[in-house]
């Protein structure tokens, strides 16, 4: 060869470098965006940190007890006395029926009162006669045997003076039997009467108790049947948030944990409250268990049927092993989590235990100081190689 | 023995360069297409992957839930556990709709799954995965949501704690993942001015609120608002237990339709995207047919412009062997160089496309054999041309 053809002329040079720095760049497109790129994971270790379970649920403002007034029969409406929002006292008018004919039907059932005390009197004075006549007849009956036993008068006169004193002894008792009647009837009729003033009261819809007037669902002039209501009543005291939890979520709760109560009026306000009941029937359509939780203490002015979103604090663990949740997966059936291992995605069953809405308790499979990937860019499979980076926004 | 070729190109290096690199843009779009076409394939499978589901429960004689609206109800999953071979049961409801994202509206499919069951987002990139029963959501990173937004569906907010990539339906828009009562709730919701008009339309039916039976008119009213159905109950089976025979099972005995994993990739490869796919398939061959027939027109134009120096070469005495491996060298020179800038340019621009676009390394592998391919059928017709150029014309012209 020549040692002219050695000499590299700067035109080469260039052209050298740039074929150069081609390959350099296509072979950094490659690895890095390419589909030889190793996926991009995020790492984190595996540290002892606090766990602070919750369970979630969400509900309405409910009362405690919801009180619907209303008549025992069915009738029209004369006057609605209170409204919607009215704070009323026990025992207090809040409406009244129209009574139509009772007020007549009272009046006669009066007369029939006063009617049956003179019927009373009357059959009093028949006794009072018939008394009489007893009397009258055994003197007369007296005196005859007496004529009978000397011999004055015939066996045959006696004993028919005999007779008209069982016949006066016997109508006084009936007399005395009608009386006790026309007693019995001044009873009937009095409580007649009073069955009258009764139902006379029962069309004036009363307040059970100290609340509030939450409906007015009838106005005056309207027909209601036995049992609709007419006003309905809540106690503004007894409030409580009656909210639906996740069966598969709702073991460890129990009454009296201490619950945080978000109303959607107010999205960012935790109101504390503590679980009050837990019924018994779940929801069994939606697989939800009912979770009543109070207000503690209540606040100023709440509003049913608002929704409500429920924190339940569950016991916690303190210094447990753990890793965040998104670090968790599940290879043909099996919960672990992945691990960098030579720059191969490895996956690592393991066992957990405490869930909170962050971080999951490591129970077995893991030690502290491991490291396992959090994030990927990618779903990850068995010998996927994987890099270290910062994954965040893209 | 001097390389010719080498020595030619050395000549001409700039307009070498540059034909290769205008060669190298063409090959490139090809290579995009290819791509394109890839995606939506990989967009129709993907979510199968993600959920990991070996068999799909959906309503019976349907192709749902994606290529027909399904519905089943949503306590089905309990006759389905019962059955032997089954480890998970997860019910799903999906529903395309549009959200709203700093003012601007942004179409999603939202996934309502249960967790802890199949059906959820497959791995994540940041956040954490859904833990609250309500109102939580897990996004893909595509729909420019980050963690801490707060997005509206319906009537609700929703918070976004988890953000995962590529979960993309089949028809390429993202994914945005919550919890299945929300799903549930959000697909039978009705805006609030319909409820309210709906009320007043039932108390105004005298044969739903008669008087005296006030208690109907609230019953009817709770039947219309509450949703017991879901689209999909998603099935995965323990080890060693045929997932065909047990659709059939399903299919025959619980009277809906059951597919395997398979089948659902059949129903959304081949029936849901067919149309869109075959288009792109077709303009991908007519796009690679024009991209070889430009490239044997440029190495064919390419040596006619050298007819003088060929003739040179004849006259001189030069082997007609050497010719046309100089021909051929050039003319595979120009495929490489073609190639690794059509696939350079591809890699960089892909990610920049809206919707995936999935160079495939055997995708590449074939486009580079092809290249060459043509390149060599270019530079025979080429070779013969100058295999018939007259020795005379160096003198002449």
Request: net charge positive.
């Amino acid at each position: 060869m020549k040692p002219g053809t050695l000499k590299i002329s700067p035109r080469t040079l260039t052209l050298a470098l740039g074929a150069l720095a081609f390959i350099a760049a296509f072979v950094w497109l490659l690895t890095t965006r390419g589909p030889l790129a190793p996926v991009g994971v995020e790492i984190v270790t595996v540290t002892q940190e606090d766990l602070d379970p919750g369970v979630y649920g969400i509900g309405t403002v409910e009362a405690r007890h919801a009180y619907a007034v209303g008549p025992i029969q069915a009738g029209r409406l004369l006057r609605v006395q209170v409204d919607q929002g009215d704070r009323v006292r026990a025992g207090q008018l809040l409406a009244e029926m129209d009574p139509v004919d009772l007020r007549q039907r009272g009046e006669a059932a009066a007369s029939a009162v006063a009617r049956a005390r003179q019927t009373a009197l009357a059959a009093q004075a028949q006794v009072a006669e018939a008394e009489s006549r007893a009397r009258l007849a055994e003197a007369n009956s007296a005196r005859y045997q007496m004529l009978v036993n000397q011999k004055f008068i015939a066996q045959e006169m006696a004993d028919s003076r005999h007779h008209e004193a069982a016949a006066a002894n016997a109508a006084l008792a009936a007399a005395r039997a009608s009386a006790a009647g026309a007693q019995r009837d001044i009873g009937r009729a009095e409580a007649e009467l009073q069955g009258i003033d009764q139902v006379r009261d029962s069309l004036k819809l009363l307040s059970p108790i100290d609340g509030v007037v939450t409906a007015r669902e009838a106005e005056p002039g309207t027909t209601v049947v036995a049992g609709q209501a007419v006003l309905r009543l809540v106690d503004p005291a007894a409030l409580w948030v009656r909210a639906r939890v996740d069966q598969a979520r709702a073991r460890g709760i129990a009454v009296g944990q201490a619950a945080d109560i978000v109303l959607r009026s107010a999205p960012g306000v935790a109101l504390p409250g503590k679980v009050a009941r837990i019924e018994l029937q779940s929801d069994a359509v939606t697989e939800e268990r009912l979770v009543s939780v109070v207000f503690d203490p209540a606040p100023a002015q709440l509003y049913l049927g608002e929704l409500a979103e429920v924190t339940i604090r569950q016991p916690g663990a303190r210094g447990v092993l753990s890793v965040p949740r998104a670090a968790l997966a599940r290879v043909n059936s099996q919960t672990g989590v992945w691990q960098a291992v030579n720059g191969r995605a490895r996956f690592r069953p393991v066992r957990i235990g405490l869930q909170s809405a962050e971080r999951s308790q490591i129970v077995s499979g893991l030690d502290a100081g491991e490291k396992v990937i959090v994030y990927s860019a990618k779903q990850l499979d068995d010998d996927m190689r994987v890099r270290e980076e910062q994954l965040g926004q893209p | 023995m001097i390389n010719l070729a080498g020595r030619d190109i050395a000549h001409h290096l700039k307009s070498y360069l540059l034909t290769g690199l205008g060669l190298g843009l063409l090959i490139g779009v090809t290579l995009t297409m290819a791509g394109v076409y890839r995606g939506m394939v990989d967009d129709a499978k993907v979510l199968l992957r993600a959920v990991d589901a070996d068999i799909w429960v959906v309503q019976q004689n349907t192709l749902g839930p994606f290529a027909e609206p399904s519905s089943v109800p949503d306590d089905l999953y309990r006759a389905l556990l019962g059955l032997a071979g089954v480890a998970q049961a997860g019910n799903v409801a999906y529903l395309t709709m549009q959200v709203s994202h700093h003012g601007q509206s942004q179409r999603v499919m939202v996934a309502g799954y249960e967790q802890g069951k199949p059906g959820g987002p497959a791995f994540l990139m940041a956040g954490r995965p859904i833990s609250r029963a309500h109102y939580e959501a897990v996004a893909d990173v595509k729909t420019g949501f980050q963690v801490g937004d707060i997005v509206r569906i319906r009537r609700n907010d929703y918070t976004v704690i988890g953000l995962t990539r590529r979960m993309v339906s089949s028809g390429g828009d993202p994914m945005l993942f919550i919890p299945l009562k929300d799903a549930q709730a959000a697909q039978f919701l009705k805006d609030n001015d319909a409820i309210v008009e709906d009320r007043q339309r039932l108390a105004a039916n005298p044969a739903l609120n008669r008087p005296g039976q006030s208690g109907v008119l609230d019953a009817v009213q709770a039947i219309q608002t509450s949703s017991h159905k879901v689209n999909a109950v998603l099935l995965r089976l323990q080890p060693g237990f045929d997932a065909r025979a047990l659709a059939d099972t399903i299919a025959r005995w619980q009277r809906f339709t059951a597919y395997t994993r398979d089948d659902m990739e059949e129903i959304l490869v081949a029936k849901l995207i067919a149309t869109a796919a075959k288009q792109i398939g077709l303009f991908l061959v007519i796009l690679a047919v024009v991209s070889a027939a430009i490239v044997a027109f440029i190495i064919y134009t390419m040596t006619l412009g050298k007819i003088k120096e060929i003739a040179v070469l004849k006259l001189i005495g030069t082997r007609d062997r050497t010719i046309a491996a100089m021909i051929l060298q050039e003319a595979l020179g120009l495929g490489v160089i073609g190639f690794f800038v059509g696939k350079f340019a591809a890699t960089l621009w892909a990610p920049a496309f809206p919707k995936y676009v999935l160079l495939e390394t055997g995708d590449a592998g074939r486009a580079f054999i092809l290249t060459l391919i043509v390149c060599a059928l270019a530079s025979l017709l080429a070779i013969r041309a100058a295999l018939k150029i007259d020795p005379a014309e160096a003198i002449g012209g």
